[in-house]
């Protein structure tokens, strides 16, 4: 057959099919709603959202469906939709918004209780209602647990009776979509961020290191014949001093005192039941020792954990295991110079914002299974600093600790570097991990959290991250069964080297949100995997990724490829390793495909597409030492 004929008919058979994605882009339609348990969800935090739900708090929400996207959104919060509206790849990623609905809290009887938290005095009443002919009240003293809350109504005389009564003014769904935030550059968000953290950890590490310098009051073996008994005498504000030697542990210290060893040579075991120092006290630190004899139960029973508040069995069951040392509201301690040997936690930190470990080593037993925690924190952030983790469970475990730092610490043979359990605002920086379940793995809805510089090689997979809002950058991913796995929607991912790895990035979200640009993603086996959902496009403001020596031109001199590159595509994914598939991609057939899917996104298939693909690595240097070579 004459390939004219073939050519016309795919040109017939990709113009007919690229009508079904041809929409109005000035105007909405009438939609109906869906069930928001049915929607995929963006805005609020996880923590925000359970918070609300066990107090019986009221959340506007919002959704949207969009013109090549198959799915709806669902949004907590309305600035969460009206700002993701007005982001920069909403449109290529998502299509136009051809239907915006939001709760309606006319005949609701909307209040605000004791604490100014959004309540609905009547479930029964409202619904849904088109953003574009709702009221909304801003700048009232509504909120959620996520903060300020923007109330929408289908009347407008509702909508003046609640101004009126809590503050406020009565706008429309356009003036909401002007007042939602510019958004800043992510890489401007990081770079904020990392110094915020990182500041405060310093701060925290300063104001720390001065409970060192405490007179020492009492020498045990000297003074007083055992700690138990010296920590009973000594004044607060004070020092006691372990000489080296062997010291019976189980103890509590209730006041704040400094407890100060002569290095690895002293000596504090328990009695292998329960927590060898427990700390009840705020500013206290325990430095330059060794602990041993930890109980080996990590997590309590949970029997006594019924009708509590949504959390009561992590605080229950975890908060109160066996550790070496153990701070109940142990605000601005310190653990430095210790070296700990447990079979379940290492540091247990129920409640302690500023309380600093560092420069310790925390050994749990070689199978995961058969430990708990290196340092568990909750409630509060705290600073993880240059701790060495071997064996045990977690190397570092959250529990809505925001604002948490762990930075240049090591953490191998475990199942989680670092695990993130709701908690939103971490730094982790500078770490690195090797022969783990995963390196770093953040879960249950978090966001802005920044994972920067981390060195994750050796395990079943690098990074995972869930949540919203959260910036992967700088990292090192490599010879991992999945370098990393993209969960997070609104995401940055930047300038990661990701080399050698069975796949190099996973896309785990249906949400096709994430910001991918500028990363070296070299000699995976797959480069990129994304089986679910439309098209990912990971190019933003013109830059690709770098995903070794792709044949074509840079004909601009702009640093990129001027063909689009599809790492899941059949075709594609084979360029760097075999000869004939440029030979078929370069075919007529191909080429006109390709072309047509560039200019019309809906007609994408699942996947991802790189629309400029970059000529150079952008880290060229830490390539080179990761793989060996600069393919």
Do not use: C
């Amino acid at each position: 057959m004459d390939v004219k004929y073939v050519l016309a008919g795919l040109v017939f058979v990709v113009l007919l099919t690229a009508t079904g994605f041809t929409v109005d882009p000035h105007g909405e339609r009438d939609v109906e709603s869906v069930s928001f348990d049915s929607t995929l969800t963006m805005g609020m935090t996880g923590v925000d959202v359970e918070e609300a739900e066990e107090r019986n708090l009221s959340i506007p929400k919002a959704e949207v469906f969009f013109s090549q996207y198959e799915y709806v959104v669902g949004y907590y919060g309305i600035e969460a939709v009206a700002t993701h509206l007005r982001g920069p790849r909403t449109t290529e990623q998502f299509g136009e918004p051809v239907g915006v609905l939001v709760t309606d809290y006319a005949g609701t009887d909307p209040a605000l209780n004791e604490n100014g938290f959004l309540i609905e005095r009547n479930t029964l009443g409202g619904g849904w209602v088109s953003a574009r002919n709702a009221a909304f009240v801003v700048d009232s003293r509504a909120r959620t647990p996520g903060g300020p809350a923007i109330v929408p109504f289908g009347e407008r005389t509702a909508a003046q009776s609640f101004a009126d009564r809590y503050g406020g003014r009565v706008v429309d769904w356009a003036t909401v979509q002007s007042r939602s935030a510019e958004r800043t550059p992510p890489e401007t968000q990081v770079t904020r961020i990392t110094a915020n953290r990182s500041e405060w950890a310093d701060r925290q590490v300063d104001t720390t290191s001065r409970l060192r310098d405490r007179p020492v009051s009492v020498v045990v073996g000297e003074d007083a014949p055992t700690l138990a008994a010296a920590i009973e005498r000594a004044p607060a504000n004070t020092t006691v001093r372990l000489p080296t030697g062997s010291y019976e542990g189980n103890v509590t210290v209730d006041k704040p005192l400094t407890l100060s060893g002569g290095g690895a040579d002293t000596h504090v075991r328990g009695d292998r039941e329960g927590t060898v120092i427990s700390v009840t006290a705020e500013r206290v630190a325990v430095t330059d020792l060794r602990i041993s004899g930890v109980g080996s139960t990590g997590a309590r029973s949970f029997s006594d954990a019924e009708g509590g508040d949504w959390d009561q069995f992590v605080r229950l069951a975890y908060g109160r295991g066996d550790s070496a040392i153990r701070f109940i509201n142990g605000t601005g301690s310190l653990v430095a110079g210790v070296d700990i040997d447990t079979r379940a936690n290492g540091v247990l930190v129920r409640g302690g914002r500023g309380l600093v470990v560092r420069d310790s080593r925390i050994e749990g037993p070689p199978e995961w299974q058969d430990g708990f925690m290196g340092v568990l924190a909750m409630f509060d952030p705290v600073v993880v600093q240059n701790v060495t983790f071997e064996g045990g469970r977690d190397g570092v475990y959250t529990h809505r600790a925001n604002g948490i730092v762990v930075r240049d610490s090591r953490m191998s043979g475990l199942r989680f570097g670092v695990h993130e359990m709701y908690t939103s605002g971490a730094l982790i920086r500078n770490n690195t991990v090797r022969r783990a379940s995963t390196g770093v793995i953040v879960m249950t809805r978090p966001r802005g959290n920044v994972l920067r510089g981390n060195d994750v090689r050796d395990s079943e997979a690098g990074l995972i991250v869930a949540g919203s809002a959260s910036f992967v950058a700088e990292n090192v991913v490599a010879d991992n069964e999945v370098g990393l796995g993209m969960a997070a929607a609104r995401s940055y991912v930047a300038h990661n080297v990701v080399v050698d790895n069975g796949i190099g990035i996973r896309a785990d979200l249906l949400l096709p949100s994430l910001t991918v640009t500028e990363n070296d993603i070299v000699a995976n086996d797959e480069q990129a995997e994304a089986e679910m959902g439309p098209v990912r496009i990971w190019t933003a403001d013109g830059r690709g990724n770098y995903w070794g020596r792709l044949p074509g031109v840079d004909a601009d001199g702009d640093g990129s490829i001027d063909d689009s590159y599809r790492p899941t595509g059949a075709v594609d994914a084979a360029l760097l390793t075999s000869e004939g598939s440029l030979t078929l991609r370069e075919s007529p057939a191909v080429t006109l495909l390709r072309s047509v899917r560039d200019r019309l996104p809906g007609l994408r298939s699942s996947g991802v597409v790189d629309t400029a693909p970059l000529t150079e690595p952008t880290r060229p240097d830490v390539l080179a030492r990761v793989n060996g070579s600069r393919p």
